[in-house]
């Protein structure tokens, strides 16, 4: 008799979604996985909402991120990397075991619509303190310490996706323990915009 070949495609496809999931699209619960993150850049004896409110850097709310590229943050050199979230969020500790804790991260996506998108809300999720800029401009943060739990999200509303590149902007600020992020788009109705490109160069 022949061995099942079901327990060799489970695995299969076990290994295979999470990678095979990053298509420059949201994934279908319109979480943004593509990403070029920046991190990881010490907040010193500052609190989290201390760091989460300066701007370590000129740039921070639309930056001109490039993979690759050179960013200076405070006295520092850090590199911009592409990196594509296993699950719906960004796992910054597993991409910087050796220094997350007390630290910042950023990450940027080009976010391109094929028209002008009105009325959306933006969902951010962070561990611990969080906030999203889009197109320059800050539209939800949380200052307080927490986990990441999925479904509570803060929320930007009456948010506009304008046609062609919209530059997206998470910041993530850890104090101890895990280092996560989040960012989605929902429509009126309250669910998933899919119908976008998400691109990791400009």
């Known amino acids: 008799m022949k061995t099942p070949l079901i327990p060799t495609l489970a695995l299969f496809v076990s290994v295979v979604l999470p990678a095979a999931a990053q298509n420059g699209k949201p994934d279908p619960e319109g979480f943004i996985r593509d990403w070029l993150v920046l991190a990881p850049f010490s907040i010193g004896d500052s609190s ?11 740039e ?8 690759g590229a050179v960013q200076k943050v405070g006295g520092k050199e850090l590199t911009w990397e592409k990196t594509a979230a296993k699950d719906f969020h960004l796992d910054f500790k597993e991409l910087h075991s050796n220094q997350s804790e007390h ?10 619509s094929s028209g002008e998108k009105t009325g959306l809300t933006l ?23 927490r986990t990441l739990e999925k479904e509570a ?6 948010v506009i996706l304008k046609k062609g590149v919209n530059v997206l902007v998470l910041k993530v600020v850890n104090e101890e323990n895990n ?17 976008l490109k998400v691109e990791t160069k400009p």
């Open 60 to 67: 921070e709310a639309q930056p001109s991120a490039r993979e």
């Open 123 to 145: 969902k951010m999720n962070s561990n611990d303190q969080g906030k999203v800029y889009l197109n320059g401009k800050e539209l939800v943060k949380f200052t307080d310490t």
């Open 153 to 158: 999200e803060d929320a930007a509303t009456n």
């Open 48 to 58: 989290g909402a201390e760091a989460l409110d300066k701007k370590q850097f000129a």
């Open 179 to 195: 280092w996560q992020g989040s960012v989605r788009f929902l429509d009126q109705a309250g669910k998933a915009v899919t119908d």
């Open 103 to 112: 630290v910042v991260a950023w990450a940027v996506a080009y976010v391109v």
